[in-house]
C-alpha cells in the first residue's frame, strides 16, 4: 500500500533530477577538462616553447656562446609579439655576428700596420745606431762601440774559461769544479 509521506515524492524526483543533473555535470566537467587541456597544448606550443627557446638563447648569448646559436626561425613567421620579438632577436644576433666579424677584421688590419711599423722602426734604428757607433769622418768605432764589443768579448772570455776549467777538472779525475 501507497502511505502518503509528505514530501516523499517530491523527495523521489529530486533524486531523479539531481542523477540527470550530476551526469550533465559530469559531462560538463569532462568538457571542460578536454577544453582545459586543448588550452594548455596551444599555450605551451605557441607561447611556452618559444619563450623557452628565447631564454636558452639569451641565456647563450650572455654566456658568450653567441656563435653556436642559429636563428630562432620556429615561429619567426608569426604575426604577433612573439614574431616580432623572435625576428628582433634574430636580427640581433645577425648584428653581433657582424660586429665581431668587423672587429676580427679590424684586428687583423691593425696587427699588420703594427707589425709594418715594427720593421720600419728596426730599420730606422738599425740607421741610427751605425752613425752612433762610428766616427763620422774616420769611419772607425767610437769609445762607446769599442767598449760594447770590449765587455761582448770579456763576457765569451769567461764563458770559456769556465768551459775550459769544467773540462779540465774533469779530465783531472777531481770532484770538485775549479772556476
Excluded at 599555450?43 to 641565456?59: E, F, K, N
Excluded at 745606431?129 to 763620422?136: A, N
Excluded at 769611419?139 to 769599442?146: A, D, E, G, T
Aim: aromatic share 6%.
Amino acid at each position: 500500500m501507497d502511505r502518503f509521506v509528505p514530501g516523499w515524492n517530491h523527495h523521489r524526483s529530486l533524486c531523479e533530477t539531481s542523477r540527470a543533473e550530476i551526469e550533465q555535470a559530469e559531462q560538463r566537467l569532462v568538457q571542460d577538462l578536454q577544453a582545459l587541456l586543448a588550452i594548455s597544448l596551444i599555450t605551451l606550443v605557441t607561447i611556452i616553447r618559444p619563450l623557452r627557446q628565447l631564454t636558452r638563447h639569451a641565456d647563450d648569448i650572455a654566456k658568450g656562446y653567441w656563435h653556436f646559436i642559429q636563428s630562432c626561425d620556429t615561429s619567426a613567421q608569426r604575426q604577433d609579439e612573439f614574431g616580432i620579438l623572435i625576428r628582433t632577436f634574430n636580427l640581433m644576433i645577425e648584428t653581433i655576428r657582424a660586429t665581431h666579424q668587423e672587429l676580427k677584421d679590424a684586428n687583423a688590419c691593425l696587427e699588420q700596420k703594427v707589425s709594418e711599423r715594427t720593421r720600419e722602426l728596426e730599420e730606422k734604428n738599425r740607421q741610427l745606431e751605425r752613425p752612433s757607433s762610428t766616427d763620422g769622418l774616420t769611419q772607425i768605432s767610437n769609445r762607446v762601440k769599442l767598449d760594447e764589443q770590449f765587455q761582448e768579448q770579456l763576457q765569451d772570455a769567461m764563458v770559456e774559461r769556465a768551459d775550459q776549467a769544467l773540462y779540465w777538472a774533469k779530465s783531472e779525475g777531481r770532484n770538485r769544479v775549479l772556476a
